[in-house]
């Protein structure tokens, strides 16, 4: 029978072998086990930044045609906003600061009516918040996003 040396080098590297291989056959079978539960991860909800507006101070933004001008603490840096409900049913929500050089412009007589800045004066539209009239064109009234229209709550989601 033949004699064969073994290094310290052989050794330690057999050695690892079959503490690795022993890792493997132990840990692949819980690996497995593992990636069968059906395990139900609960996620948070998205971010909501859409500000919910009680309108029930504001009965005439309830009804088609209603317009009004408000301020809610804490938000757009403390300026006003122009609320409109359109007679399509559909809400539209506006900076109150001209575009122009600030000034603070008007409510529309009514839901149809342009959105006036008093000041050079220029006219913007109350569905888009466009320019449509006046000396200054291009520019646009800043708008915000509206959300659920709740009528039976009489709340209003702005993104604001
Ligand atoms: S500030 Fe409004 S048109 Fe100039």
């Known amino acids: 029978m033949e004699k064969k040396d073994i ?15 022993g890792v493997v056959v132990t ?28 309108l029930t101070p504001y ?19 403390g300026n006003d906003i122009i609320i409109i409900h359109h007679q399509d049913d559909s809400f539209k929500v506006f900076d ?16 149809e009516a342009t959105i006036d800045c008093p000041c050079h004066p220029n006219a913007y539209s109350s569905v888009t918040g466009d320019w449509v009239a006046g000396p200054y064109s291009g520019l646009v009234l800043k708008s915000f996003e509206v959300g659920y ?9 702005i993104k604001i």
Do not use: W
Request: hydrophobic content about 30%.
């Open 7 to 21: 290094t310290r080098r052989d050794f330690i590297v057999n050695t690892g072998k079959v503490i690795g291989a």
């Open 27 to 54: 840990t692949i079978p819980q690996f497995l086990t593992s990636c069968e539960k059906n395990e139900t991860v609960t996620l948070p909800p998205p971010p909501s930044n859409f500000y919910t507006l009680d």
């Open 59 to 77: 009965p005439e933004l309830l009804s088609k045609g209603g317009v009004r001008k408000i301020k809610i603490a804490g938000k757009n840096q």
């Open 96 to 111: 109150t600061v001209c575009p122009h050089q600030g000034c603070p412009v008007n409510s529309p007589s009514d839901s």
């Open 149 to 157: 229209f709740d009528a039976t709550k009489k709340t209003l989601e």
